[in-house]
């Protein structure tokens, strides 16, 4: 059991920040994040676009704020635990204890939820029969490329994870890839590659195909996929990969028992608390009257949802306001003379 | 100002005034109509304000620009009619344009 003064679930911008406020008025912190990256949204949908509205800052890439906000809270040394979700929170007296999906506990006061619209999630086949093998024969990513040797797989997708993969699997397995259009968006390389190995037969490519159904007896057996002028064929499938990059679920904040409006998380707007005490949301997922969806006012929001934490973490202790450039115990925590 | 008519897989049909300018995707948005979460924000990066337009509509409407499609690879159940809302702009020619949201979205 980890204990901190706050968790914070979501390592995207806001997220960051609040960690920042969170170290500059002394409390300690833990960083949870579905993700194998940190940066949130701004590393997973938008890396090299331009953002043009961060004050003082003209214009940036997501992946240029994502950097400098860890840079900005390099000298707190908080824990990142990345490629993790919460999945439970439990009200003990005044404590929090959240469990994430890969077992770790934390014991806390404050739970600040920065989650963005959710956590990312493969998006999955729409096809009802696939649901029963998911896990199992129907993957949407690889953690044992060897269950695949001497195996049939049938791969759906026209980017880089599909390509990738159906050429690394072509080397020991029967491998048909499958995809909507003519057109892939993987990298020409690997397009090239892979129009090679079809035409020597080594892959099947079926192009303006796509997912009918998923049959098998307790085990895959094969695969339905059709066009969209209704022809329909048959592939022996022993797995099926689905390659559809990823989608935002709210997932297991639901059922934590805040008031939700729609996929938000209502909030007072003194210090961003929801109406479970010690929990607070901020960013995307936080709403209030005149919500902007805004990085900047995901900032200020992790601002004052800190200065709420300090109350619950510091019970005794009265906060004191002060400005980074005169406090010397700023300075101390920041490690600067 | 067009009158658009959203079509919900169930058939139900909600019809929203909206203004030049905007986007179909912030046409729905606007008006509460399930089934575009539009969870990027029109930015092109998410696929979650997918729509199938209209056989008769698809030809009418510009060209998708570079980039929409290999973001429709990623939605649910493309096909040779689908746009990203967010893409299609719209202005007067669009008046009485129907588009249908897609059933895995809701």
């Known amino acids: 059991m980890i204990k901190t003064d706050v968790v914070i679930i979501g390592a995207g911008p806001t997220g960051l920040f609040c960690a920042h406020q969170l170290g500059i008025i002394g409390l300690k912190c833990e960083i949870v994040d579905n993700l194998d990256k940190i940066g949130g949204q701004c590393i997973e949908l938008y890396p090299d676009k331009p953002i043009y509205d961060i004050p003082a800052v003209p214009e940036c890439t997501g992946e240029e704020l994502t950097n400098n906000l860890i840079k900005q809270i390099k000298p707190f040394k908080f824990n990142f635990h990345l490629n993790d979700r919460v999945q439970e929170l439990t009200n003990i007296d005044d404590n929090w204890i959240v469990k994430t999906t890969s077992g770790k506990k934390f014991k806390t006061p404050n739970v600040v939820i920065a989650g963005g619209v959710g956590s990312f999630e493969p998006r999955k086949f729409p096809t009802k029969s696939a649901e029963k093998f998911d896990g199992t024969s129907v993957l949407y990513s690889i953690k044992d490329k060897t269950i695949f040797k001497d195996k049939s797989v049938a791969i759906f997708g026209g980017g880089d994870s599909a390509l990738d993969w159906a050429i690394e699997l072509s080397n020991s397995s029967k491998v048909s890839l499958i995809h909507r259009r003519d057109e892939f968006r993987g990298a020409p390389a690997s397009v090239k590659k892979i129009k090679e190995l079809s035409e020597k037969s080594i892959i099947n490519l079926f192009t303006k195909y796509s997912i009918k159904d998923v049959k098998g007896n307790g085990t895959l057996e094969e695969i339905e996929i059709k066009s969209e002028e209704g022809k329909s064929k048959t592939i022996k499938a022993d797995y099926v990969l689905g390659f559809f990059g990823l989608i935002m679920q709210l997932g297991p904040i639901a059922d934590w028992g805040l008031n939700l409006d729609k996929k938000t998380i209502p909030v007072n707007t003194e210090n961003f608390e929801t109406n479970k005490k010690g929990i607070f949301a901020i960013g995307d997922i936080c709403t209030y009257p005149g919500k902007l969806k805004l990085i900047l006012s995901g900032f200020h929001e992790g601002a004052l949802a800190a200065r709420g934490c300090f109350k619950y973490a510091r019970p005794n202790e009265k906060y004191r306001f002060e400005f980074t450039t005169a406090s010397n115990t700023i300075k101390d925590r920041l490690g600067v003379k | ?106």
């Open chain 2, 1 to 106: 100002m067009a009158k658009i008519k959203y079509i919900e897989h169930t058939g139900k049909e909600h019809v929203a005034e909206v203004q030049n300018g905007l986007t179909v995707m912030e046409g729905a948005v606007q008006n509460d109509i399930p089934g575009i979460d539009a969870d990027c924000g029109g930015s092109m990066s998410c696929a979650t304000c997918h729509v199938y337009v209209k056989e008769d509509w698809y030809d009418k409407l510009p060209k998708k620009e570079m980039g929409e499609d290999d973001m429709l690879d990623q939605a649910y159940e493309p096909t040779s009619k689908s746009r990203l809302s967010c893409q299609i702009m719209v202005s007067d020619d669009l008046d009485g344009l129907s588009v249908y949201i897609p059933e895995k979205q809701v």
